[in-house]
Each structure stands twice: as structure tokens, then as C-alpha cells.
């Protein structure tokens, strides 16, 4: 069956190091997302990809980088963690009509990260 | 400005009677809506859409939603609560723009006892 997987499910680290989080979908969707999940926020767009070597800022896009070499892969890298960015990660993969999403988000398990 | 709005953080419900779990949007054209579902340390899950059609739409697990235009909303309801229904439910908006990406409400808590 395809999926959407994510790792690691869990990660602490330390302010200032490089954090990179890892998506893999083989529902070979060419739209992926990467959110994040706050109380009291619901979820947030950091970036987003429509296809290879396409990416795009979200809403909340500062002190993250993503990269799409291929259709599978959209790893979300924090370049100098800060507390602020501890929170619970997803992503997700779409199929869309015209750029338009016409159809259901696929979403992974969750990353939750501490930056201590 | 385009955005959704979902009024109540919780919702409390006894088993076996109907909860409605509410939603309302502001958009300048046509939205696709739709609902997702979210149990504890799970992802989110889809549970309908709106793109065109019948207002009355229906879902996994019994659930229903109806598109309302006139009053911008798009509530998602069903017949009879289960304990298993609790989770944290999500309404979400495409509005059809150039990025083309879902706004999501901020959730509402579902909580349904025995």
C-alpha cells in the first residue's frame, strides 16, 4: 500500500544545532507540504513543493529550508533550531487538478521535536 | 482575507446523541471545504469534501457535512455520537488561489461520553 512515512517520530536537540526531518511518499503525489501543529494555532504551511526542484514559503517559513531533488522526498531542514520551533511536524502529499487541490491531504505520523 | 473559523475549541456530547461540530469560512470565490480528523499521536485523517453539487455531503464513519452559502458555513454533524468519535476535528478551506493550499481552522476537541 502507498504511504507517507516520517522520520524520526521523535527528536531533541539543542539550540543552534541543524535538524533535518525527513518525508517519504510513495503515492507518487507530485504536491507535498510540511506543517506545523501548536495549541491554540491548529496547523501552520512552512513550505511547500508542487513538483521537482519546486519549492514555495508558507505562512511560516522563517528559520526552515526544504528541497525537492526528487518526487518521493521533501526533507524540512531547521537550520539553527531555536526554542520556538519545538512543536509536532507533519507532512503531506496531494494530488491537485489545475494547481487547484481538489482532493484529500495524505498525511504522515507526526515529528515531534524539543529544542532545549 | 481568506480564513476559517471553527468557534469552539471543545465539544461535549453524551454517546448516542448528534453532535455538530461547527465551521465557517470567508473567501472572495467558490471554496472547496473539507474535514479531517486527527486521533491522539496520529496524523491527520480526511473525512469529506465540498468541491460542487449536493450541499448535504457525506463521509467516512457516518460523518456528514452541509455547505451552506448563504451563511458561510460548513458544519459537520452526525446522527448518533460514538465514544470512538472523540478526537480533534479540523476544518480546512481551498479557496482555489494561485498556491492552490489548504487554510486550516484552528480545531475543535471532540469529547463524547458514555
Known amino acids: 500500500d502507498a504511504e507517507i512515512t516520517q522520520s524520526p517520530r521523535h527528536k531533541i536537540t539543542e539550540t543552534g544545532r541543524q535538524v533535518t526531518l525527513a518525508c517519504h511518499q510513495t503515492w507518487n503525489h507530485n504536491n507535498m507540504f510540511w506543517y506545523r501543529q501548536d495549541l491554540g494555532h491548529g496547523l501552520r504551511l512552512i513550505h511547500y513543493?508542487?513538483?521537482?526542484?519546486?519549492?514555495n514559503k508558507g505562512e511560516v517559513s522563517d528559520g526552515y529550508s526544504v528541497s525537492r531533488s526528487n518526487t518521493e522526498d521533501l526533507p524540512l531542514t531547521l537550520e539553527s533550531a531555536a526554542s520556538s520551533q519545538t512543536s509536532v511536524y507533519f507532512c503531506?502529499?496531494?494530488?491537485?487538478?489545475?494547481?487547484?487541490?481538489?482532493?484529500?491531504?495524505?498525511f504522515g505520523e507526526g515529528s515531534r521535536l524539543t529544542v532545549l | 482575507a481568506q480564513s476559517v473559523a471553527q468557534p469552539e475549541d471543545q465539544v461535549n456530547v453524551a454517546e448516542g446523541n448528534p453532535l455538530t461540530v461547527k465551521c465557517t469560512y470567508s473567501?472572495?470565490?467558490?471554496?472547496?471545504l473539507f474535514w479531517y480528523v486527527q486521533y491522539p499521536n496520529r496524523g491527520l485523517q480526511f473525512l469529506l469534501k465540498?468541491?460542487?453539487?449536493?450541499?448535504l455531503v457525506k463521509g467516512s464513519y457516518g460523518f456528514e457535512a452541509e455547505f451552506n452559502k448563504s451563511q458561510t458555513s460548513f458544519h459537520l454533524k452526525k446522527p448518533s455520537a460514538l465514544v470512538s468519535d472523540s478526537a480533534l476535528y479540523f476544518c480546512a478551506m481551498n479557496y482555489g488561489g494561485s498556491q492552490g493550499n489548504l487554510i486550516f481552522g484552528k480545531g475543535t476537541k471532540l469529547s463524547v461520553k458514555p
Open positions: 465540498y468541491i460542487t453539487g449536493d450541499n
Open positions: 473567501v472572495s470565490g467558490n471554496p472547496y
Open positions: 503531506a502529499s496531494s494530488e491537485s487538478l489545475g494547481g487547484v487541490i481538489t482532493g484529500e491531504l495524505f
Open positions: 513543493s508542487y513538483g521537482v526542484h519546486d519549492t
